[in-house]
């Protein structure tokens, strides 16, 4: 009970130094009250302290939409109610004060705390004051690894802990980041985690090599120095590795959901079993370095009746400790992921140095979760591209003031796209491991989002320019559809670019004429193409035969205006050619193509002299059903197995026809009904552009496809080859191999394919080939100067890893089967500085301009030109976030690019002056935070709480953003 326990007030401190983590104690507290560390059970030092951690782990939709979950809707397909959860746990909570429980997904809680009445959520407030109940990870999601964007992850992560900020205060804030479930870790979330302010990072999966080796050697605990760039301890973060996933331990499951025995303690009945539990319990064995070890004794949607957990608890407790009158030395108690990390951060002890990440994921010698890299292209890109709408709603939300909310067009927002987003994040969301009727939701979530966000992007962009005339957005621009541009003889075109520097863009629209004027802001007129579209993916929607195509040139964090008039009907001009031609250049790159094959056969850099062989193709992995003399696991949502090393080729030739305009030259290839490809070059561009269609994937042959596209080099890569983290670092990779343990491979694909987020590249002295994607995807080098990405998979059998459905995605309008469409740019340079160009190129793709029309003539007073800012930031700057806060302040993200040794010209320090940022605003304070905003910087480096926000005039504007730091402010902000 309460007097037992220890109400030591301690301010508690982790400072990560070299491996080392030490820990100042005795510092007077001046709050009184006694959650977080202090709330902590007391251990016994001669004892092995075995800290039982209940909890429940609540996927934000996977077999259920997040809403079934929450509601305890459909448990035809699964139990689960995550309301009567916390109904449940919050009441058994305040039956005994010694109970502990935590929290981790701030969706349901939020959605929970509404429905609550003052008195309960001041009861709720108690038991999180008195540490009883605990928040861990605390973002809205608990977040996919492997195909998350940092930029939504942060977000996300800020939604949620400001959320609980604001409802609990400090002792809402989580200590530890709690990554239980997701496939792989990603050495980015990590670092973010240590930005974020978190002292240590729990999670339960890794690969069964790695873990075998960790137990022999007693490393289940480190410490990851997930940088490779900021200056150490800024991303050092304690990992700890749970023993038994996120699961009780066998026989120890109390949950309604479960049969194990209940403990039987009345000795005048038959079934007494108190001492065969009790023995059961201490004969559990875990390796680890001190006497502390967690037992997470809960699971997937635990708890809903907590009475059966916690009666059964209390018990073994009690039993168990009994024993330690009979010289048994074991101390079981409730506890936490804090209170087990700061125990183990007493003992001082030293951890290993880990640098490299935890991909890919493996449970066994043939199940390598390396699938759920590529499952569902089409969510992994709406996701994407959601992300960059999103981040231009706030954007616009902030320039143009309080009538973006509520304007012309009425009432628009940017919290539904926020909260769409964020739970588009979840582990089983933009992973593609969900039930088809579940990623519908989020798809539905998302489009929602954007409705509400256009209403405000409109009255933004009315305030701005002067003109309320109605503005129309065409989101099927991929596959030429835009009622307005095909139809409309005279049209305006608004472009928004939502990076912090002018960009270049090609803009294509459906058009039905065959020539057109299209005039910049100042009346100027530029060059235009006009050619045919394509028109197999579009189906029935639409009837444009052409596509305009022109060069744009948008303002930093601002918008221009093209004007756009039909000049002739007719036929089309003809400028098709039907033979293969030998080469497309423009005055940067050169392509050539075998004229036998119509492949892809070279491409140069003109302006460094460079040529490397380049043969490009596509390619099928027959997926393993499941019959095989290893192992029956087939290929699913999570799981990649390839039944043969050796792809089938879709075809050894390509079928192609060329366009070439003064403004992009084509060569456009098709492989097989369902494969096609339009190789792309636009006369300002750097880049390569390879733009593919895939499918719909046949399956009459009763053969699950995954189909990759492959470059094949003259690079000599040496095994050697490197993606990205999350979209911002990039890690070394090498075939058949892993940093931290002698690797037995077992799968020679599956095993070598890694998470690809924004870019990979192989290179050798010479060359760099790098290769930005649209989207996440699944990739790998597996022979010498080859990089392969995998672009769409259709399976036929489930994988048995839950979802219980194949991966065999249909909708209405393609019955037989999902085509799906992306890009993959490629850039040729010196290995020292590829990044100068990679860098920009994938922030382009990441954060694409937002396209507006206006049909007819725009009033003679709209301002055509707008930019939010003073000046273009410097190349290595990013402007991640800029996003109203509250009323008068706004929270704004500066990142650097590069990393340390990437760049001779861009991995410098650089200076921004924040109050001569912007245009519309004025920046009248400022406050620094942690990256996850959700504590002052200058408390988080002390771990102290309660000092009230103070907006500084600081004695300089000047900020200093070291490679790859980001660093966040809150800025207190005037409309000029
Ligand atoms: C913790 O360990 C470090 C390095 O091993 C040592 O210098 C320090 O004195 C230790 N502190 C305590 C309180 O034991
Ligand atoms: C589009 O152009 C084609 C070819 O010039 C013509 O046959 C068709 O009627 C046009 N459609 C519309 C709706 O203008
Ligand atoms: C946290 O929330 C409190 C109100 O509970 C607020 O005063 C404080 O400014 C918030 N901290 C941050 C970093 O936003
Ligand atoms: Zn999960």
């Known amino acids: 009970n309460m007097a037992a326990m220890s109400l030591q007030l301690t301010v508690v401190s982790l400072f990560l130094l070299g491996g080392v983590l030490t820990f100042p104690l005795g510092q007077e507290a001046e709050h009184t009250s006694t959650c977080g560390y202090e709330s902590c059970h007391p251990t016994k030092p001669d004892m092995l302290n075995v800290h039982l951690v209940p909890h429940t ?45 935590i929290y981790v997904e701030t969706a349901f809680f939020y959605r929970w705390w509404r429905q609550q009445s003052s008195s309960m959520q001041q009861t709720v407030k108690q038991l999180v004051n008195e540490g009883r109940l605990e928040f861990v990870n605390g973002g809205w999601c608990m977040s996919d690894e492997a195909t998350t964007h940092y930029s939504a992850v942060i977000d996300q992560m800020t939604m949620g802990l400001r959320f609980l900020n604001e409802t609990f205060g400090p002792c809402g804030r989580p200590r530890v980041a709690w990554h239980i479930d997701p496939f792989g870790h990603a050495r980015e979330h990590a670092s973010m985690f240590a930005q974020m302010g978190y002292d240590g990072f729990f999670f339960g999966r890794l690969d069964y090599q790695d873990r075998a080796r960790r137990m022999m050697y007693r490393e289940q605990e480190l410490l990851w120095r997930a940088s490779d760039s900021l200056t150490p301890p800024m991303a050092d973060l304690f990992t700890g590795i749970l023993p038994n996933g996120y ?236 009622p307005l541009t095909e139809s409309s003889k005279k049209f305006s075109v608004n472009v928004y670019n939502p990076l912090a520097r002018p960009v270049t863009w090609p803009v294509r629209l459906p058009v039905n004429g065959t020539a057109y004027v299209v005039s910049d802001a100042n009346g100027k007129s530029v060059d235009s193409q006009v050619s045919f579209s394509t028109r197999e993916v579009r189906r029935s929607r639409g009837f444009a035969v052409n596509e305009l195509v022109f060069q744009v040139q948008a303002p930093p964090l601002g918008y221009t205006t093209y004007s756009v008039s039909l000049l002739q009907n007719g036929p089309p001009p003809a400028s098709t050619q039907h033979h293969t031609p030998t080469a497309i250049k423009n005055k940067f790159l050169q392509v050539t193509f075998d004229p036998d094959t119509g492949l892809l056969s070279s491409l140069s850099n003109l302006e460094t002299k460079q040529t490397i062989k380049l043969t490009q193709n596509f390619y099928w992995y027959n997926a393993s059903d499941g019959n095989n003399v290893e192992s029956i696991q087939p290929s699913g949502a999570y799981i990649f197995r390839p039944n043969s090393s050796t792809p089938f080729v879709i075809s050894k030739t390509a079928k192609t026809e060329s366009i070439q305009t003064p403004a992009v030259q084509e060569v456009r290839q098709w492989f097989s009904p369902w494969v096609s490809q339009v190789v792309r070059l636009y006369a300002d561009s750097r880049a390569l552009e390879l733009e593919w269609t895939v499918g719909p994937v046949p399956i009459d042959d009763d053969l699950g496809k995954e189909v990759i596209t492959r470059l094949d080099t003259s690079i000599q890569t040496a095994q050697y080859f490197y993606t990205d983290s999350n979209g911002r670092e990039v890690l070394q990779r090498k075939t058949d191999f892993r940093p931290t343990w002698n690797l037995k491979q077992s799968e020679p694909i599956a095993g070598n394919y890694y998470p690809i987020n924004s870019r990979a590249f192989i290179k050798d002295d ?68 590829a990044a100068d160009a990679h860098r920009p190129l994938a922030q382009e793709v990441v954060l694409q301009p937002l396209l507006t029309f206006t049909g007819g003539d725009l009033h003679p007073n709209t301002r055509l030109e707008f930019s939010g800012l003073q000046a273009a930031l410097p190349p290595a700057v990013h402007l991640l976030t800029l996003s109203q806060w509250d009323k008068d302040s706004v929270l704004l993200r500066l990142e650097h690019q590069f990393q340390s040794w990437e760049s001779k010209v861009n991995s410098q320090p650089v200076t921004v002056n924040l109050q001569k940022l912007f245009t519309t605003l004025d920046v009248l304070g400022v406050s620094e935070l942690n990256l996850s905003a959700n504590q002052w910087k200058d408390e988080m480096k002390r771990f102290t709480c309660n000092s009230p926000p103070t907006f500084e005039d600081p004695s300089t504007w000047e900020v200093t953003l070291r490679p790859m730091e980001i660093r966040t402010f809150l800025l207190k902000v005037g409309l000029r």
């Open 247 to 482: 699961n009780p331990p066998e026989g120890f499951c109390w949950d309604q959901s479960c049969d194990d025995a209940p403990i039987r303690d009345d000795p005048d009945l038959e079934d007494y079993n108190v001492d065969d539990v009790v023995k059961r319990f201490l004969a559990i064995s875990a390796v680890y370095k001190t006497n502390h070890i967690i037992m997470t004794m809960g699971s997937d949607f635990q708890y809903e009746n907590a009475n059966l957990w916690y009666k059964n608890l209390d018990k073994l407790i009690h039993y168990v400790n009994a024993q330690q009158a009979n010289g048994i030395k074991v101390n079981v108690l409730y506890s936490t992921p804090s209170c087990y990390l700061q125990e183990l951060h007493r003992t001082n002890l030293t951890w290993a140095l880990k640098n490299d990440d935890f991909f890919p994921y493996a449970d066994d010698a043939h199940d390598f979760w390396t699938g759920y890299f590529t499952s569902r292209p089409a969510l992994k890109r709406y996701e994407r591209i959601s992300n960059s709408n999103l981040q231009m709603c706030n954007q616009l939300e902030v320039l143009g003031g309080p009538v973006s909310r509520r304007g012309p067009f009425g009432v628009g927002d940017s919290k539904t796209m926020k909260e769409a987003m964020a739970v588009a994040q979840h582990h089983d969301a933009v992973s593609g491991t969900e039930k088809q009727h579940v990623a519908n939701d989020y798809a539905r979530r998302l489009a929602n989002g954007w409705q509400h966000c256009q209403v405000l992007v409109s009255n933004s962009l009315a305030g701005l320019s002067g003109s309320t005339a109605e503005r129309i957005y065409c989101d099927n621009l991929n596959i030429s559809v835009c």
């Open 766 to 833: 010479d060359d760099q080939l790098t290769v930005v994607t649209d989207r996440s995807q699944g990739g790998g080098s597996i022979n010498n100067g080859s990089l392969e990405i995998m672009l769409h998979r259709r399976l036929l059998y489930d994988d048995v890893r839950g979802v219980a459905e194949p991966l065999n995605e249909t909708s209405g309008i393609f019955p037989k089967g999902l085509v799906v469409r992306g890009r993959l740019l490629l850039s040729l340079d010196r290995p020292a500085s």
């Open 57 to 101: 782990h609540d996927d934000v939709g996977w077999l259920k939409t997040v809403d079934q979950y929450f509601y305890g809707d459909r448990n035809d397909i699964q139990h689960a109610g995550v309301q009567y959860i916390l109904d449940s746990v919050v009441d058994q909570l305040l039956k005994n004060p010694d109970r502990r429980f």
